[in-house]
């Protein structure tokens, strides 16, 4: 037994990398962590910390907005299941990007008034993937396209979600597909609209809660779509509570009004007649 706290390299590890594609290469180590250069003169520690945050949750975004895409080619393909794996996957996802938040929180309101000065007009507003899966889930704004004019890749990105159906979208098309009353509106509307409640598809949502057993692969997929709104939820309490403690009611780098404007957030919903159905459910 060896007593000298070392563990000796094995006889089968690759040692010898020259042209060969190593750890490194493959995930462009050297592009991705090279991209981290902050600009507060004198450098200020805690900016490294803002800056990782930042980078990492646009980095899951991206995933998210992977396997939104994913999950809707699935459906439209009227293969559920598949679809339901991609949505389980966001979910734990989304998990990772709420607790994140922690790390941020760290940040003390002294630290970061020492170098939000030097972030000028830069602010998360300005996220063009955020609002990819914000339309890709239904909180579809025309007005938003107009942020990223001057950015020609990102505005073609988020316009193909502005014209493309949403999640929700494509799950009452499969239901309808499936027989259910899905009401011709629904199915029929402006994707590119927000979404908006209809109180007839209502009914057709209380048919699948009030014989799960019968729409059991259904039933399953409103409560999966349930716990990705409420995920989605999370995030921005846990975004809105981060930022009060941090700057407290201090305006946006963005212009915004900052706490105010991110609280209003949280009246937005994606899918609200899977949240409206739970008053009818039980009702004679």
């Not at 902050?38 to 980095?59: A, G, K, R, W």
Request: proline fraction near 4%; hydrophobic fraction near 35%; charge should be negative.
């Amino acid at each position: 037994m060896s007593n000298d706290n070392e563990r000796a390299l094995e006889e089968g590890i690759v040692t010898d990398l020259k042209d060969r594609m190593t750890y490194g290469s493959y995930l462009e180590l050297d592009k991705l962590l090279d991209a981290q250069h902050p600009v507060s003169q004198p450098e200020h520690h805690d900016e490294m910390l803002f800056i990782i945050q930042h980078q990492t949750t646009e980095l899951w975004l991206k995933l998210v907005l992977h396997e939104l895409g994913t999950a809707r080619d699935r459906l439209a393909e009227d293969d559920l299941r598949s679809a339901l794996k991609h949505i389980a996957r966001i979910k734990h996802i989304q998990d990772v990007l709420t607790r994140q938040w922690s790390v941020l929180a760290t940040l003390t309101p002294t630290e970061y008034a020492e170098f939000r000065g030097d972030l000028g007009s830069s602010s998360g507003f300005q996220s063009v993937l955020y609002r990819c899966v914000e339309f890709a889930l239904g909180n579809k704004n025309e007005r938003m396209l107009s942020v990223f004019r001057d950015h020609p890749e990102n505005l073609a990105l988020l316009t193909r979600e502005w014209e493309r159906p949403t999640l929700y979208d494509e799950f009452l098309r499969l239901a309808a597909r499936r027989g259910l009353p899905i009401p011709a509106e629904v199915l029929e509307r402006d994707v590119r609209q927000p979404y908006r409640e209809n109180e007839e598809l209502v009914q057709a949502i209380r048919e699948i809660y009030e014989n799960p057993h019968e729409h059991w692969d259904l039933y399953e997929a409103c409560e999966e779509l349930v716990d990705v709104e409420d995920n989605f939820q999370f995030w921005r309490f846990r975004h809105l509570r981060t930022v009060t403690r941090t700057i407290g009611m201090k305006k946006g780098t963005g212009g915004s009004t900052g706490v105010d404007f991110l609280r209003r957030a949280l009246d937005l919903t994606f899918f609200p007649e899977l949240y409206s159905v739970r008053t009818e459910i039980g009702k004679e």
